[in-house]
């Protein structure tokens, strides 16, 4: 079976200042992956970087066996919440129905067949009920579920999400983190930006944590261990001890 990513000496900067230096990654199918890393780190640049959002200075990178262009189809890329504009008009079903656009061809309108799909996807979610509201309306974990709903909507083999936990409730987290694994058990690939190291245990196979570059890769046993958390958190550390807490 071929590797879901795999990550060669890539770079990529902005505006000639690194982001993230570097980075090897091979990630085997069927696995839920967490990145964690302080703020800055990298972490949304690398996942950017994974679908093309940002080019890569140097490196490679392949998904699926092959290139980014001809897997496009196959990833679904739930964004970090911050980035979209939630007074947007958009209603849920139209947001998860976007989900199927991927597979719909060009100039081609979703049909009974598309809405049907995108409200078993909202069923997924337990968001059905909300399917004629605006998205604007909804809370943050509402909003993420429905995201989510987009993202199976797209029948993808591969999911990146960046931070689908900050500032929701926890049934929508537990709500979410068990489709995850569900995920996982058909044989997809999981993506995960995480913010928390708490869950990181029970939410994650393996774990990359960044800080510009790779600090540690492996199974959350092995990386969530002080001395090497510690060397992705130094200059928080050293924040918390300037103001006394540390
Ligand atoms: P993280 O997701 O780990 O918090 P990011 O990938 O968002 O980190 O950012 C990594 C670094 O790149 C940060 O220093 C950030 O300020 C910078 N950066 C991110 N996006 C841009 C951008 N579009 N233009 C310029 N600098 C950016
Ligand atoms: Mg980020």
């Keep these: 079976m071929v590797s879901a990513l795999v990550l060669k000496n ?33 972490k949304s640049t690398l996942l950017k970087a994974l679908l093309n959002l940002v080019p890569i200075d140097k490196g490679s990178i392949e998904i699926l066996g092959s290139t980014l262009k001809e897997n496009r189809k196959k990833i679904a890329y739930v964004p970090q919440r911050s980035e979209f504009d939630w007074d947007f008009p958009i209603h ?9 656009y991927p597979n719909l061809g060009l100039f081609k309108r979703p049909k009974k067949k598309e809405k049907d799909w995108a409200y078993a996807c909202l069923e997924q979610v337990g968001m ?37 936990f900050v500032g929701i409730d926890v049934s929508s987290e537990e709500t979410i983190i068990h489709l995850l ?13 995480h913010h928390d190291l708490s869950k990181a245990n029970d939410y994650f196979d393996q774990l990359l944590l960044l800080n510009k570059q790779v ?26 001890h300037e103001v006394g807490v540390g």
């Design 10 to 42: 890539v770079h990529v900067s902005y505006h000639g200042k690194p982001a993230i230096q570097e980075i090897d990654l091979r990630v085997e199918q069927g696995n839920i992956l967490g990145i964690i890393g302080p703020n800055g780190a990298g």
């Design 92 to 100: 849920v079903l139209d947001t998860v129905l976007i989900g199927t």
């Design 128 to 164: 059905e009920k909300f399917a004629d509201r605006q998205i604007g309306e909804l809370s943050g974990g509402q909003q993420q579920r429905v995201f989510l709903a987009r993202a199976l909507a797209q029948n993808a083999d591969l999911f990146f999400l960046d931070e689908p």
């Design 181 to 193: 694994k569900e995920l996982k058990d058909h044989g997809k690939t999981v993506v995960v930006i």
């Design 215 to 240: 600090i540690h890769f492996g199974n959350p046993q092995e990386v969530l261990r002080p001395e090497i958390i510690l060397k992705a958190y130094e200059r928080e550390l050293a924040f918390l």
